[in-house]
């Protein structure tokens, strides 16, 4: 496996259920991010970790909960969801570094695409 | 005001043609300018990346970003259809903690 990976590519659940999203990254990168992608909408990102500690929460509800289990991993678990929460999920990495200033380039997963019902 | 523009389309071209796609943005701090191509069911992909004003070439892409207007285009010559997707544009700079800002993404057709 190269790259990012991103499982399940495609899930349907209900407003009362409860799954997990999963990211692996195969890059030795640093940071793993979360991005909402909703149709002719930009890219909304959720959560960032750094080095496994999470350094950016962009007011996301608390029915998405991260985790970060290691440097290689992500995770979004999901509960009670709303039916406008249905988009695209992606995920993406990069290598941070203190002299990167935000130039990083960040490289993304295939997405798993959420429908809640 | 949005932070990043970038008009949705769709843009239909044949083949062959020059594309021209273009972002504004209203944060004069941003340094780093992106574009992402994705394709259908896929994640983007980063296809050019450009630091302050100028213009950079790879292969029949150019990006090009003009700081004193804050707008950047991406240029795609001799257009395939292999070429049809969403082209994001993103930035970022020291203004809010180097995040990246992504446009909403413009989606490209180039007929056969």
């Known amino acids: 496996e190269t790259g990012v990976t991103q499982t399940p590519r495609h899930l349907v659940m209900g407003m009362t259920n409860k799954k997990s999203l999963k990211c692996e990254q195969h890059?030795?990168?640093?940071?793993m991010y979360w991005y909402k992608q909703s149709a002719k909408k930009p890219l909304e990102l959720m959560f960032v970790?750094?080095?496994?500690?999470?350094?950016e929460n962009n007011s996301v509800p608390s029915r998405f909960s991260p985790e970060c289990p290691n440097s290689s991993h992500l995770f979004l678990h999901l509960h009670t969801l709303q039916p406008e929460d249905s988009a695209l999920y992606l995920c993406?990495?990069?290598?941070?570094?203190?002299?990167?200033?935000?130039?990083?380039?960040?490289?993304f997963g295939p997405g798993t695409r959420l429908l809640v019902l | 005001q949005k932070e990043v523009e970038q008009d949705p389309g769709p843009l239909s071209v044949p083949e062959g043609a020059i594309v021209s796609l273009n972002c504004t943005y209203s944060?004069?701090?941003?340094?780093?300018f992106m574009w992402y191509r994705q394709y259908s069911r896929k994640g983007p992909e980063l296809l050019m990346y450009?630091?302050?004003?100028g213009n950079k070439e790879d292969g029949r892409f150019t990006a090009q970003v003009d700081k004193s207007s804050k707008y950047i285009s991406l240029f795609i010559r001799d257009s395939q259809p292999s070429d049809s997707a969403t082209y994001l544009c993103?930035?970022?700079?020291?203004?809010?903690?180097?995040?990246?800002?992504f446009g909403a993404g413009t989606r490209l057709f180039v007929k056969a």
């Open positions: 993406a990495s990069s290598q941070r570094s203190g002299e990167s200033f935000g130039q990083e380039t960040q490289y």
């Open positions: 890059l030795g990168h640093n940071a």
């Open positions: 970790y750094s080095l496994e500690e999470r350094v």
């Open positions: 944060n004069s701090a941003f340094q780093y």
């Open positions: 450009t630091y302050s004003s």
């Open positions: 993103a930035m970022s700079g020291v203004a809010g903690g180097f995040k990246t800002i």
